[in-house]
């Protein structure tokens, strides 16, 4: 059963290093949890979610930073399981910014930032994105300094990786492209349990 709302957080992403700027501009229920919204930037961003990833956020009750996602007790550090914590609980006009890393080894950090608590909208169905720039770079493709070089190499036909490159991508990639219709948001709660985290 879906949790009733009466407002919707717009929040913009930006991925980090990115030049010119990759970004999306989404509307999430208030109820959403962490997870919910790593779904959410999953799907908008273009990700496949397959790779661990993490929040850094300030907790508003400590005034200190906390990080979210899945905790990992291999690093030694204190994480908070991200499907427990309200993204209502840390997220306000006086505290609208975090980071999201997605993939630690090739690294994709993103700026989050509310913009707006807004009355939600009758007849909407969220979560939704209301507008976006340029393409986000393949999965796996090595960070932002890895997707620069697959930009330089796909520009130049003459260039020995070319062919290659061409064929790990499954054919044309347009950097400039985003289509807002095109953005499908998946059911957080199927994805857990289908065993995804």
Request: aromatic share 14%.
């Amino acid at each position: 059963m879906k949790k009733k709302y009466n407002h919707v957080y717009q929040f913009k992403i930006t991925l980090g290093g990115s030049k010119p700027t990759i970004w999306r501009r989404i509307q999430v229920p208030e109820t959403y949890t962490f997870w919910d919204i790593h779904v959410a930037i999953q799907d908008v961003m273009g990700w496949s979610g397959y790779h661990l990833h993490e929040f850094e956020v300030v907790n508003p009750s400590t005034g200190l930073k906390q990080t979210i996602g899945t905790p990992d007790d291999d690093y030694g550090r204190s994480v908070l399981l991200d499907r427990r914590q309200k993204i209502a609980d840390y997220f306000s006009m006086a505290n609208e910014s975090a980071y999201y890393v997605y993939d630690f080894g090739d690294a994709w950090e993103h700026e989050i930032l509310l913009e707006k608590i807004l009355p939600r909208v009758k007849g909407v169905e969220y979560p939704i994105c209301l507008k976006g720039r340029r393409a986000c770079p393949p999965e796996d493709s090595g960070g932002i300094w890895g997707y620069e070089e697959l930009l330089d190499v796909i520009k130049n036909p003459q260039h020995e990786e070319y062919e290659e490159m061409q064929e790990w991508l499954g054919g044309e990639f347009d950097p400039e492209y985003f289509d807002v219709n095109a953005v499908n948001f998946r059911d957080p709660d199927k994805l857990l349990r289908m065993g995804f985290e």
